[in-house]
């Protein structure tokens, strides 16, 4: 699973003379987008060779993510259903009002 997602850019490298400085624009260049665990944005380039594993990964990823939110909606519901099903605590009729 790789959590992220994958992007494509192209460059122009500078070069004087270059092809891409009349338009042909180097690239795609594939690159792997996340947030950090400080909640900064990050980018790892995917070579060429590695681009299927990283859209298998990102596609793990999106799929647990679903997944997960429908566990997490499953598990409110039944302790709902729980709690509701306990009811409130009876009152005691001899307790002290406060009055």
Do not use: I
């Not at 494509?8 to 003379?17: A, F, K, N, S, V």
């Not at 987008?33 to 990050?42: D, I, L, N, Q, Y």
């Not at 799929?63 to 306990?86: I, K």
């Amino acid at each position: 699973m790789l959590q992220g997602s994958l992007s494509e850019t192209t460059r122009t490298c500078g070069r004087p003379g270059c092809r891409c400085q009349q338009g042909q624009r180097h690239g795609p260049h594939t690159y792997l987008t996340f947030k950090t665990a400080e909640g900064r944005s990050s980018a790892v380039y995917v070579p060429a060779a590695g681009v299927r594993e990283a859209q298998a990964g990102v596609a793990a990823w999106k799929r647990f993510w679903r997944l997960a939110g429908e566990l997490a909606v499953l598990n409110r519901e039944a302790a709902r259903a729980r709690w509701r099903a306990q009811g409130r605590p009876a009152r005691r009729r001899d307790a002290p009002t406060g009055r």
